[in-house]
């Protein structure tokens, strides 16, 4: 009660103030009234302005009234200097929304524990092994029987929950028409109940829902995709939707919050595990398994009791690997398996992203040290130009924290202004990034909630701001001697040789920023220029899949009715479009002899296929009509040059362990092209015929296939809704998937190198400019506490020259100590972003030497008013002043 | 004659206890009440008076309020309030304590 009433007083300290006046003047009017003297009674009751101070130090909370007091006073400075004060908020609000923005998002994919009930007991299991590019590598695959085997060993101690990828699939509500695409995703019946998460309709999965491969087609909505797809319609309950040839019937909605397991993926439809066809299969690795401990069981307890099982597993497993190579066996076989703490949930965006967001939060931290570097020299001067005010202050008896806290207030009001600006700034930038992470047909949706997280955050790092570049002016500040700042005589050299420190200081980071910048940079140029080996301009992928699924003969049927259409020029077939993420890998071995350890990769197409890539054909010849797989092949270049020394292949064989071992007769050379990834080597890639027989001479079937289309003229995309109709009428029990030009498949490769390269420049620019005003401020400063010394000097007979050079000599020795120093910390720095950055060699002269010259330049710009202003100074004028 | 600083401590106990006989009294009137009640020998000053009304006000042992008087004046009232009370009766039991205190000392020696 009592502490409120004096908060709230220092905040009407008028009113306050004014009726204790009030309350004397009744007294003494009570006095008077009495009878006695007047002057008696003033005398009586002494100083009243002494008096009334008395009792305002008992009614307010004094540190809180001068604490107004002091708010109120830094406002008034920052009000008088209007432009100063924007450029420094501007650019701390610059530089605060930027981390608040890369916070936002690094907490959102990276750290943010997943809504569900005790999610720090939540673990996953990995296997970590060496990739088949001989990479360490680890995945999260589980196969269902080995799920099995381990969820009955550790019963007492953990659930186990599997959790399939989230995956874009086809489905259709009422005819088969209208294919919709949403993310579906299989998980334990038991998961629901084991995360805590409540129904916001119907009812949720339970273990009853999830016992026998096939006998449950019951689906779970998530809350966005209800609200989403069905406007949160209570009807949707009890709607069904066929996914492949299976009807599901819509049994309930997720509460709001759960959105699933994958930052990055928001998961619309929930499935049980039995329902995925790979519940039966001992080889099909589908989903990830979570663990989820019960009390007092430990993380590697639970490790150390499935590692056996999982190598069993595993040996059992390879006994059944026919065709493959002894090291790649061997491999398979020394995986380990890992417990990792999940509480944040597990996703590929987080593997893929977590060195690059770690990578953009340095950045965004160098350019706020910078911001705050530029804001202390600020203060800085200021404080020297308040020198005199400081010492009078001291005089009267301010004790010294009264003055850091005077000089921390208007700090802090800095500060906290930036914050709010940069937190508009984020509230606006984060989702923005986001957006930019678009794959097509899989953009990131992540959620970014502005909560207490956030704003907790806000505040520690306006304070953290506050006293970075606040604390050291304030406390020098204080330091003032009141008898020589009085007379005029302030030592201004160490603060002079602070503000140069701080110089060299932000340089350093500008030059870290503009070298990784300019590693980003050229990596994204490396990648986004390197040739696929085919002619992505002009062609068109329409992805189908066949339900139930149809010959291939139908496909190519419809491919010749397409041909038929305007603009196309040429139809071909191929079972999915490179770099499109699908890859079909296998083991070859020549002249009957071992496998080579090279994974090869297979792709089946028709006809004109790589006429229609245009992928010139080397030797031999394409496939015909006639052909068909098994029996002939068309092998690219890398192929021949790993199996055949790099003789022409044609007319020779090879067998592989695909489709339980076939033989091919090798028809066709081609050049090397991109297959499923940009970064590494051209690997070796065997194409088969489209047109393929199983073992009784029937034609096969295929559950979906690309047809690939060049067409002529600009903008392919407008003829999306012919294909969709041709497809549609010509081929009754074809859906299309989706279509996609291959220039779109080729750009996906480089998301992440142009996301980096983008706000990598962004920040560089930020960066450059913060730096630049910096460096004029102090070099501007440093002429106006040395206009006397150079007056003299001009006054006596100086040359221009020799003035320039006092002026600016310091300035630049800062730059230069300051960029050798980045230079060490930018080759400090290559080892942590290696994985950042492709075919670019950090010991390149380009990247140390560009920064360089940029610095360089944006120092000779910075100092030119400083070296003009120095020439001009008038000694006769300046003396007289002094 | 004692003077106002011979008070020590005990000015709190006084206006608690002048307040608790007659609510209502302003400033003025609580100093006039410990002059005469005392028989003109203790005597609280303005300088101290108030500090002290303020104080006990702030740790919520009164509570004043502005009112127009008879003759037409605005004035502050003080009163006490149940912590008041409380207060009061630990001081004044305190103070007994005290004075038997140096009393027994007084006697003894």
């Given at each position: 009660m009592s502490i409120w009433s004096r908060v709230a007083n220092v905040f009407r300290l008028d009113r306050t103030s004014r009726e204790i006046d009030e309350e004397f003047a009744a007294h003494m009017q009570e006095a008077i009234d009495?009878?006695?003297?007047?002057?008696?009674?003033?005398?009586?009751?002494?100083?009243?302005?002494?008096?009334?101070?008395?009792?305002?130090?008992?009614?307010?909370?004094?540190?809180?009234?001068?604490?107004?007091?002091?708010?109120?006073?830094?406002?008034?400075?920052?009000?008088?200097?209007?432009?100063?004060?924007?450029?420094?908020?501007?650019?701390?609000?610059?530089?605060?929304?930027?981390?608040?923005?890369?916070?936002?998002?690094?907490?959102?994919?990276?750290?943010?524990?997943?809504?569900?009930?005790?999610?720090?007991?939540?673990?996953?299991?990995?296997?970590?092994?060496?990739?088949?590019?001989?990479?360490?590598?680890?995945?999260?695959?589980?196969?269902?029987?080995?799920?099995?085997?381990?969820?009955?060993?550790?019963?007492?101690?953990?659930?186990?929950?599997?959790?399939?990828?989230?995956?874009?699939?086809?489905?259709?509500?009422?005819?088969?028409?209208?294919?919709?695409?949403?993310?579906?995703?299989?998980?334990?019946?038991?998961?629901?109940?084991?995360?805590?998460?409540?129904?916001?309709?119907?009812?949720?999965?339970?273990?009853?829902?999830?016992?026998?491969?096939?006998?449950?087609?019951?689906?779970?909505?998530?809350?966005?995709?209800?609200?989403?797809?069905?406007?949160?319609?209570?009807?949707?309950?009890?709607?069904?939707?066929?996914?492949?040839?299976?009807?599901?019937?819509?049994?309930?909605?997720?509460?709001?919050?759960?959105?699933?397991?994958?930052?990055?993926?928001?998961?619309?439809?929930?499935?049980?595990?039995?329902?995925?066809?790979?519940?039966?299969?001992?080889?099909?690795?589908?989903?990830?398994?979570?663990?989820?401990?019960?009390?007092?069981?430990?993380?590697?307890?639970?490790?150390?009791?499935?590692?056996?099982?999982?190598?069993?597993?595993?040996?059992?497993?390879?006994?059944?690997?026919?065709?493959?190579?002894?090291?790649?066996?061997?491999?398979?076989?020394?995986?380990?398996?890992?417990?990792?703490?999940?509480?944040?949930?597990?996703?590929?965006?987080?593997?893929?992203?977590?060195?690059?967001?770690?990578?953009?939060?340095?950045?965004?931290?160098?350019?706020?040290?910078?911001?705050?570097?530029?804001?202390a020299n600020l203060m800085m001067a200021q404080a020297s130009a308040r020198a005199r005010e400081m010492a009078l202050r001291v005089a009267i008896g301010a004790g010294r924290w009264?003055?850091?806290?005077?000089?921390?207030?208007?700090?802090?009001?800095?500060?906290?202004?930036?914050?709010?600006?940069?937190?508009?700034?984020?509230?606006?930038?984060?989702?923005?990034?986001?957006?930019?992470?678009?794959?097509?047909?899989?953009?990131?949706?992540?959620?970014?909630?502005?909560?207490?997280?956030?704003?907790?955050?806000?505040?520690?790092?306006?304070?953290?701001?506050?006293?970075?570049?606040?604390?050291?002016?304030?406390?020098?500040?204080?330091?003032?001697?009141?008898?020589?700042?009085?007379?005029?005589?302030?030592?201004?050299?160490?603060?002079?040789?602070?503000?140069?420190?701080?110089?060299?200081?932000?340089?350093?980071?500008?030059?870290?920023?503009?070298?990784?910048?300019?590693?980003?940079?050229?990596?994204?140029?490396?990648?986004?220029?390197?040739?696929?080996?085919?002619?992505?301009?002009?062609?068109?992928?329409?992805?189908?899949?066949?339900?139930?699924?149809?010959?291939?003969?139908?496909?190519?049927?419809?491919?010749?009715?397409?041909?038929?259409?305007?603009?196309?020029?040429?139809?071909?077939?191929?079972?999915?479009?490179?770099?499109?993420?699908?890859?079909?890998?296998?083991?070859?071995?020549?002249?009957?002899g071992q496998p080579g350890g090279a994974l090869v990769r297979f792709l089946s197409v028709s006809p004109s296929w790589f006429g229609a890539m245009k992928i010139p054909i080397l030797g031999g010849r394409d496939f015909e009509e006639s052909d068909a797989s098994p029996g002939v092949a068309i092998v690219n270049q890398t192929f021949a040059n790993v199996y055949f020394n790099g003789e022409s292949p044609v007319g020779r064989s090879f067998e592989t362990n695909r489709d339980h071992g076939m033989r091919c007769r090798i028809v066709g050379l081609v050049l090397d092209s991109r297959y499923d990834d940009m970064r590494g080597p051209m690997a070796p890639v065997v194409y088969l015929p489209f047109r393929s027989v199983d073992a009784n001479g029937q034609f096969r079937t295929a559950r979906g296939a690309a047809f690939v289309l060049r067409v002529s003229g600009s903008n392919p995309l407008a003829l999306v809704p012919m294909l969709r109709r041709e497809i549609t009428r010509a081929g009754p029990g074809l859906l299309v998937s989706r279509i996609v030009p291959q220039t779109e498949l080729v750009e996906q490769q480089t998301i992440r190198e142009r996301l980096l390269a983008m706000l990598a420049s962004f920040f560089a620019v930020v960066a450059l400019l913060l730096a630049g005003i910096g460096l004029y401020g102090v070099l501007n400063y440093s002429l106006l506490q040395r206009r006397r010394e150079l007056g003299i000097r001009i006054a006596i007979g100086a040359p221009a020259r020799d003035i320039v050079r006092r002026a600016t000599v310091d300035g630049f020795a800062m730059v230069l100590a300051g960029a050798v120093t980045g230079l060490v910390l930018a080759l400090l720095s290559v080892r942590y972003i290696e994985s950042l950055v492709y075919e670019v060699k950090a010991t390149d002269p380009a990247p140390l030497i560009l920064p360089a010259l940029i610095l360089f330049i944006a120092a000779l710009l910075a100092s030119v008013p400083a070296a003009i202003g120095a020439v001009r100074i008038d000694p006769v004028e300046m003396l007289r002043a002094e | 004659m004692p003077k106002a600083d011979s008070l020590q401590g005990s000015l709190d106990l006084l206006v608690l206890k002048i307040l608790s006989r007659r609510p209502r009294l302003h400033g003025y009137a609580i100093m006039t009440a410990i002059q005469s009640m005392s028989g003109e020998v203790l005597r609280a000053e303005e300088g101290s008076l108030y500090p002290a009304l303020h104080r006990m006000e702030e740790a919520g042992w009164i509570r004043a309020e502005w009112v127009t008087t008879e003759t037409g004046r605005r004035a502050r009232l003080y009163e006490l309030t149940r912590a008041g009370a409380k207060q009061l009766d630990l001081e004044e039991s305190r103070w007994r304590a005290v004075t038997s205190a140096v009393n027994r000392v007084l006697r003894m020696a």
């Open positions: 009495e009878g006695r003297d007047p002057e008696e009674v003033r005398k009586a009751f002494g100083s009243l302005l002494r008096q009334r101070e008395a009792s305002l130090d008992i009614r307010l909370l004094g540190w809180l009234d001068s604490l107004r007091s002091d708010v109120v006073f830094g406002w008034r400075l920052l009000w008088n200097a209007k432009a100063t004060s924007a450029v420094a908020i501007l650019s701390l609000g610059l530089a605060i929304g930027s981390s608040m923005s890369a916070f936002r998002i690094i907490d959102a994919l990276l750290l943010r524990p997943l809504p569900i009930r005790e999610p720090e007991r939540l673990y996953a299991l990995f296997r970590k092994g060496i990739g088949p590019d001989g990479r360490p590598r680890t995945t999260a695959s589980t196969e269902y029987p080995l799920y099995r085997q381990m969820r009955a060993a550790v019963e007492n101690q953990a659930d186990l929950i599997a959790i399939s990828y989230a995956a874009r699939r086809d489905l259709t509500y009422s005819s088969d028409e209208e294919t919709e695409k949403a993310y579906v995703q299989y998980v334990s019946g038991s998961m629901f109940d084991k995360f805590g998460v409540r129904p916001a309709l119907g009812r949720l999965l339970t273990g009853n829902d999830d016992l026998s491969p096939g006998a449950h087609p019951v689906a779970v909505l998530s809350y966005d995709y209800w609200a989403r797809r069905f406007g949160c319609d209570p009807n949707a309950n009890g709607r069904r939707f066929r996914i492949a040839a299976v009807e599901y019937e819509v049994i309930g909605v997720a509460g709001r919050a759960f959105t699933g397991t994958e930052p990055g993926t928001i998961t619309d439809i929930f499935l049980p595990t039995m329902m995925n066809e790979g519940v039966t299969q001992p080889n099909s690795s589908w989903f990830r398994t979570f663990v989820r401990l019960k009390p007092g069981a430990s993380a590697n307890q639970i490790r150390d009791a499935l590692s056996p099982i999982f190598q069993a597993y595993q040996e059992e497993l390879a006994k059944g690997f026919k065709g493959w190579p002894k090291d790649r066996l061997q491999q398979l076989l020394s995986n380990q398996l890992v417990i990792e703490p999940a509480a944040a949930g597990v996703s590929g965006l987080q593997e893929e992203y977590r060195v690059a967001l770690v990578a953009l939060g340095v950045l965004v931290t160098l350019i706020l040290m910078i911001a705050c570097a530029n804001l009264r003055l850091i806290q005077l000089v921390l207030a208007e700090s802090a009001l800095i500060a906290l202004s930036g914050a709010v600006l940069g937190g508009a700034l984020a509230w606006w930038s984060a989702p923005l990034v986001v957006s930019m992470i678009n794959p097509p047909d899989h953009p990131v949706r992540l959620v970014l909630p502005a909560d207490l997280r956030v704003l907790g955050f806000a505040a520690a790092l306006a304070a953290f701001v506050t006293i970075l570049f606040g604390l050291g002016p304030a406390v020098r500040a204080s330091a003032v001697k009141p008898a020589s700042a009085l007379k005029g005589g302030t030592g201004p050299r160490s603060r002079r040789r602070m503000m140069h420190v701080l110089i060299a200081a932000q340089v350093a980071f500008c030059f870290l920023v503009l070298f990784d910048t300019g590693l980003f940079t050229a990596t994204f140029d490396r990648l986004s220029n390197k040739p696929t080996g085919f002619a992505a301009d002009g062609v068109i992928n329409v992805i189908t899949g066949g339900r139930p699924p149809q010959s291939v003969l139908l496909w190519q049927q419809v491919a010749r009715q397409l041909r038929s259409l305007p603009r196309v020029e040429t139809v071909a077939l191929a079972s999915f479009p490179p770099l499109s993420g699908s890859m079909e890998g296998g083991f070859v071995a020549v002249n009957g | -």
